[in-house]
């Protein structure tokens, strides 16, 4: 048993490490919901009642009273996502007459990425559960043609998060279940534009802001069941904030050339859910759930020196501490509520669907191209496949519709407001999800 737990961690630890190299957020802003592969085949509409495997732990740790003994999973959500912008007047300087600015749309700036995730449950006792997750919860990972006509506002962006969720539950009596757990994230960011020269000289460049850092952040959880075939969830993720370290950089401009080392804040939401799931029969059962983000954390990204800068001969400089550059995010608080179903078709099969509907954080004013986002529609099924007594398949897809939406923003350099580009563009996107899961029972 020792040695089935210490290959499984094994393997764990080495398909994170391959794969979260890069994300593409799939639920609105920046969240990636995809941590249950039974969950998405349902929409997320039973994640803190009724997922009866491992990926319990991540939504509502409570939920590891209904597993026995030792139990592992494995999951991959293969993410297929597609954007389009269209110019609709971008322009540059006033100074320089405002010219419209050349190049293309950018192209599809995703690529199919795998998302993976690992839980384990062990059943201590009749009362005690122990848990770990391991997930990227957080992430980004686009990436425009260098030439397009919104480089201005963004041309690379890039964002993991690595989330190590060690988790406990307490079973109180036969209808009431507590869990809760620690998260040690990892965030790691680095993110690319093109950069405005200030005026009198100097060409156009690329400004780039990285950084990591390590953080951590804490989530509870309450399962009951106060009637005959009824579950209620309740679970709640803290807010994570992150003091990136790294650099910041601006290169190929000539005039305002420098490399420095920084700062920049991350600040990353709370997640508060509550669900219902009723079994309508010893077949049917039926699940409903909401979730709240407060996004409203994450208000800008501003990069701040730790070094003294200086260009143009030393006419203009920064000193540690100072700002050097800032883009106003201003997220909204939002809502995703999702419906679905399960139908248990015999001791082998079991299917799912759901839909959920799941609100953008971003606005008008400061809707920008690294999250070209709208409010989503999810529509998803999936099934279990039970191969024996110990071993189980979980399989599930999803299609995501991306509401269209606008991008008006101003972006200038950040020694000369005078040097302003305006970029102007409509959205449009979709989202597709396979996903594959193993669970085995020790």
């Not at 590891?64 to 912008?85: D, F, K, V, Y």
């Not at 009198?200 to 959880?221: A, F, Q």
């Amino acid at each position: 048993m020792h040695r089935s737990l210490k290959a499984l961690s094994v393997i764990t630890i080495a398909t994170l490490g391959t794969a979260l190299s890069s994300s593409a957020a799939n639920a609105a802003g920046f969240y990636i919901q995809e941590q249950s592969v039974s969950g998405l085949g349902a929409a997320f509409s039973g994640s803190t009642t009724s997922l009866n495997d491992p990926s319990t732990v991540y939504f509502n740790p409570a939920g590891m009273t209904r597993l026995n003994g030792i139990q592992g999973q494995l999951g991959a959500h293969l993410l297929l996502p597609n954007s389009e912008l269209t110019d609709t007047g971008s322009t540059g300087p006033a100074a320089l007459g405002s010219l419209p600015i050349s190049g293309g749309d950018g192209g599809n700036p995703y690529d199919p990425t795998p998302v993976p995730n690992a839980f384990l449950t062990y059943q201590v006792n009749d009362q005690l559960w122990a848990g770990l997750a391991l997930s990227a919860p957080f992430g980004l990972a686009n990436e425009y043609d260098s030439d397009w006509f919104g480089r201005f506002d963004s041309i690379k962006t890039e964002l993991t998060t690595i989330d190590i969720q060690p988790s406990v539950a307490f079973k109180i009596n036969d209808r009431v279940s507590i869990g809760g757990g620690i998260n040690i994230q990892y965030a790691d960011a680095e993110l690319t534009s093109a950069a405005n020269p200030v005026l009198g000289g100097g060409t156009e460049g690329v400004s780039t802001l990285k950084g990591d850092d390590w953080s951590v952040g804490y989530n509870i959880g309450l399962q009951a069941n106060p009637w005959e075939g009824g579950t209620i969830g309740l679970s709640y993720r803290s807010a994570v904030s992150h003091e990136l370290e790294g650099r910041i950089i601006s290169e190929g401009t000539t005039s305002a050339d420098f490399d420095v080392s920084g700062t920049a804040d991350l600040d990353l939401p709370d997640i508060a859910t509550f669900g219902v799931a009723q079994d309508v029969n010893d077949k049917w059962k039926v699940m409903g759930q909401a979730t709240w983000f407060g996004w409203n954390n994450f208000e800008d990204i501003t990069a701040v020196t730790n070094e003294d800068i200086s260009i143009i001969g030393g006419a203009i400089t920064r000193s540690p501490g100072d700002v050097v550059s800032s883009v106003t995010q201003n997220y909204q608080t939002t809502w995703a509520l999702a419906l679905g179903t399960e139908y248990d078709y015999s001791d082998e099969w079991t299917f799912r669907g759901g839909v959920q509907f799941d609100e953008t954080p971003t606005t008008d004013e400061f809707r920008t191209s690294r999250t070209p986002d709208g409010d989503r529609t999810w529509l998803s099924g999936g099934a279990t496949y039970n191969i024996n007594d110990r071993l189980s398949v979980d399989m599930a897809a999803t299609y995501i519709w991306i509401d269209s939406e606008t991008i008006d923003v101003s972006r200038n350099n950040s020694f000369s407001t005078a040097v302003q580009t305006e970029v102007e563009a409509d959205t449009e996107g979709n989202v597709g999800i396979v996903a594959v899961g193993l669970t085995y029972k020790f």
